[in-house]
C-alpha cells in the first residue's frame, strides 16, 4: 500500500479530523475518577499504616475515594500516608465531579510534598534522603555530605522547588 493520494478514496480525512478532535477534547478531559462508597474492610480507618497487607496497599494506596454523606455532599478520603492510622481526609465535595478534581487537586499537592527530599543528620554526615513512599518501602538516600551547608546546596541545584 502507497501513500495516499488525491486519487484514492478519502478516509484520511475523517480519521484526521477524529484524531484532532480527541487531542482537542483531551484538555477539556473530566478529572480522574474514583470508587464512590467503596467496600472497606470494617477496621480500615483504624489500622496503622505498617500494619496493612501488601494486597491492601496494592488495592488503596494513593487512591482517592468518596464516601456520601447523609446530606448527599461526598467526603474525598486517601489511604496516603497522611495519617499513621487511618486514610487521610482530604476534603468534602457537593458532588462528585467536584469531589474527583478535589482528590486529584490535593493528591497532587500531596505527593508533590511527599517526594520531597530532606535532610538527616548522623553521627559524621549530613544525609539527603527522600522519605518511603509506601509504609512496605524504605526511605532512600539520595546523597551524604560532611556538612549541612553542602547538603543545602545540594537540594537547592538538584531540587529547586523542594
Known sequence: MGEWSPAQPDIALPIQLAFWQFQSDQRFAM???FPLDPKL???FDATANDARSKAQLDQWWDRPYGVTLPDGRIEVRCLNGGA???STHLGI???YDAAC???EAKQAKWLKFRERPCVQFDADQVLVVRQ???PD???Q???TFATADAATDYLRVNFPDA
Open 141 to 143: 538516600q539520595l546523597a
Open 31 to 33: 478529572p480522574n475518577r
Open 93 to 95: 465535595a457537593d458532588d
Open 132 to 134: 518511603a513512599q509506601r
Open 137 to 139: 518501602e524504605a526511605p
Open 84 to 86: 499513621w492510622d487511618r
Open 41 to 43: 474492610p470494617k477496621t
Open 101 to 103: 478534581a478535589l482528590a
